[in-house]
C-alpha cells in the first residue's frame, strides 16, 4: 500500500489551463501507482483547460460545482459527482461558467515511455 497525505501533495502546472491549482495526489513517485497518475484540481469561476487534446484518454470527476465539457460540438455540464472520459485525440475545452470553484479529480494514464 502506497499513502500519499493530502498535506503532502504537491501542486503541478498543466498545458493549456488557466485560473486552476492542480495537485498531484498520486504519480510519479516510488511505490505509488504504475499505470496512471491522480489529480486534483480547483478551477475558479471562469477558469478552464483547452481547446485541445491528448493522445491518452483522461477520466474527470467533478467532486464539487460544476463545469461544462465540450467535445466534437456537444456540450455537456457535469455536476457534483458527475463524470466523463476523454478519447485519446478527443479535442475538448473545459470552462467553469459558475460563479463557484469547481473541484475535480483527473485520472491519466502515464505518457508513453515515462515510468515513476
Partial sequence: MHIKRFTDAKPYEAPNHRGV???RLQGFEPGGPTNQWVGFSQFLPG???GPDSTPF???YIVLEGEMTVITGG???VLGALDSCTIA???VREI???SNHICKMLVVIPYPSGVKP
Fill in 21 to 23: 491549482v492542480g495537485l
Fill in 47 to 49: 477558469g478552464g483547460a
Fill in 57 to 59: 484518454e483522461k477520466v
Fill in 74 to 76: 456537444d456540450t455537456a
Fill in 88 to 90: 485519446p485525440g478527443e
Fill in 95 to 97: 470552462i467553469n461558467a
